[in-house]
């Protein structure tokens, strides 16, 4: 069993920055690929940015790329977000996720443990 949950959400003016942690415990948390995903009122969750166990490969949605960064420190059992350029269209609940083995995956249904989620909001 895993435990996640995430931080560092909040109210930022467009163009401005974040970063999300989601903290680990329970089993071993350099065992779990991670990701993080999204959810805006009224949408379907979807994939933000994933990493693998050893942190060596990335993933990230192309809504995302070159804006957003994921990392994770295995010794602190956390996993990082952060978000620069942050736009409107960013603004959902943002989840932790942590998948048994070692490949990236994008697919909700194949992460075993999610956090409860922290609340981002981009004004214009």
């Known amino acids: 069993q895993v435990q996640l949950v995430e931080s560092g959400g909040g109210l930022v003016q467009a163009g401005g920055s974040l970063r999300l942690s989601c903290a680990a415990s329970?089993?071993?948390?350099?065992?779990?690929?991670m990701g993080w995903f999204r959810q805006a009122p009224g949408k379907e969750r979807e994939f933000v940015a994933a990493?693998?166990?050893?942190?060596?490969?990335?993933n990230y949605a192309d809504s995302v790329k070159g804006r957003f960064t994921i990392s994770r420190d295995n010794a602190k059992n956390t996993l990082y977000l952060q978000m620069n350029s942050l736009k409107p269209e960013d603004t959902a609940v943002y989840y932790c996720?942590?998948?048994?083995?070692?490949?990236?995956?994008?697919?909700?249904?194949?992460?075993?443990?999610w956090g409860q989620g922290t609340q981002v909001t981009v004004s214009s």
């Open positions: 996720a942590a998948g048994n083995g070692y490949y990236i995956r994008t697919e909700p249904n194949r992460y075993d443990y």
């Open positions: 329970g089993r071993t948390f350099s065992g779990y690929a």
């Open positions: 990493i693998t166990w050893s942190g060596g490969s990335t």
